[in-house]
């Protein structure tokens, strides 16, 4: 699925980047430079953010897992996620 040119078409007030929460997982949603949209989301098992536009859908069509969250909150849960994971690599 492409995106490419979908963020040229909103308006300056959409405010990126966006932050989710989608199925507990923290979600960075930015607009890049030449229009398109680029989505990070957080590895479970490795508390990284990676790339995987395939759950930008849910962004535009939030549903019962998908919770939009100030970047305050998404830089909270990202770091309880690396704590959490790092905990649990010490036991």
Known sequence: MAYKGL???M???SGFPWYFIINDRPVKVTATANG???LLIAN???GRLERDLQYLAY???PGQNVQRISEAE???RVKALKTALADRSDT
């Open 44 to 46: 479970l098992d490795t």
């Open 36 to 38: 398109s949209l680029d």
């Open 74 to 76: 998404f830089k909270t």
């Open 11 to 13: 308006s300056q007030d």
């Open 7 to 9: 963020a040229q078409g």
């Open 59 to 61: 962004c535009f069509e």
